[in-house]
């Protein structure tokens, strides 16, 4: 990194940690019940706890710090994905993971009924690992190599494969009301407890992968590039792969199958900060946190006091945006 470029991209985080809390606290400010400074404040002292106050600090706050962490991580893991495969269409939604870690969800209530929630979180997992190596699998069965559109299409046909296993189940158990809480790819109910359990592993999957931005960058231009500036090949990849389930698998136990997060904002993110992961992925926290915070506070506020789903606000967006990165061969916005 040069000096010029360094100091380019200070602005740069600078500026996106500027906008995130603008979301934050927009999105703690406003929804079905709106609420004012004084509320939050004693939300986050604990004095003076009105109705108002209390409902900031156990439904409103516990929610939004969910979707900060939902959307780092969706937003991190799609742009490793898109970096080491080097698929410009690489999401954990699109490519198995989301699908893997529903059914393994679904696997797990109906068959240990009571399962805590680290139980579900480590079945996601477990889904997410078995998902992704699924689709890379069937993507792989052809000779030669494997392209972005042939990943897509077996990531499509395989998750489809498993969500209507999931829903078999859910139908043959009668656990489709426990299990669809997590379908629509929601915050509702999100609590302090579901993220005592969550927090540590996306925050800690997080920081290794930052770590880990110049390797991201090496495997981004060629394997023979990697190799040969003295990369381990085999040992970063499946260190990759172990971070990016991590990621997936933590998220969907919180909000369900969510899809085009981990598509988007790498895309976004290379329009201001360039191909280089060292930039990419720190820059890609914050913006995932905000679009989560924005997509959230929107299904919220969009028909109060009734909700839209988050998934549904994010696959208007992202929809459009996925047929737009196809038609453009990939490099919308990059």
């Given amino acids: ?8 991209f200070a602005y740069k985080l600078g500026g996106s940690i500027v906008f995130f809390v603008l979301c934050f606290a927009v999105s703690l400010l406003f929804g079905a ?26 439904i409103r706050i516990p929610r939004e710090v969910g979707a900060i962490l939902v959307g780092s991580a969706f937003a991190v893991s799609g742009a490793v994905m898109q970096g080491v495969t080097r698929n410009p269409l690489a999401d954990p939604g699109l490519l198995g993971l989301s699908s893997g ?3 393994a969800l679904a696997v797990g209530i109906a068959f240990i009924p009571g399962l805590n929630y680290f139980g579900i979180m480590t079945a996601c997992f477990i889904g997410a690992a078995c998902g992704a190596a699924l689709v890379i699998t069937l993507g792989s069965m052809r000779r030669g ?26 139908l043959l158990f009668k656990i489709s009301k426990d299990v669809s809480m997590w379908t629509a790819g929601g915050l509702v109910g999100t609590t302090w407890g579901q993220l005592q359990a969550i927090a540590p592993v996306i925050l800690v999957a997080l920081i290794v992968t930052l770590f880990m931005s110049n390797q991201v960058t090496l495997l981004s231009l060629s394997d023979e590039v990697a190799t040969g500036l003295g990369q381990k090949l085999v040992q970063i990849k499946a260190i990759m792969f172990v971070l990016i389930v991590l990621l997936t698998g933590a998220s969907v136990a919180l909000v369900g199958n969510m899809a085009f ?14 191909t280089d992961y060292r930039y990419i992925l720190p820059f890609s926290v914050f913006a995932g946190a905000s679009f989560m915070l ?13 909700e839209t789903p988050v998934v549904a606000v994010v696959a208007m967006l992202g929809l459009p945006f996925f047929l ?11």
Avoid: C, Q
């Fill in 261 to 274: 997060v981990g598509l988007m904002i790498p895309h976004i993110v290379r329009r201001f900060v360039g």
């Fill in 294 to 306: 924005l997509a959230d506070t929107i299904g919220r506020t969009l028909n109060s006091p009734y």
């Fill in 324 to 334: 737009f990165v196809v038609r453009k061969g990939g490099k919308a916005l990059s």
């Fill in 33 to 58: 019940a709106d609420t004012t400074y004084p509320d939050l404040w004693h939300a986050i002292t604990g004095r003076d706890m009105g109705d108002k106050a209390l409902m900031l600090r156990e």
């Fill in 1 to 8: 990194m040069t000096k010029t470029h360094t100091s380019a």
């Fill in 145 to 170: 190599s494997l392209s972005p559109i042939r990943l897509v299409l077996a990531g499509a046909a395989v998750s489809a494969f498993l969500y209507a296993i999931a829903d078999g189940l859910g």
């Fill in 101 to 103: 870690a529903y059914l």
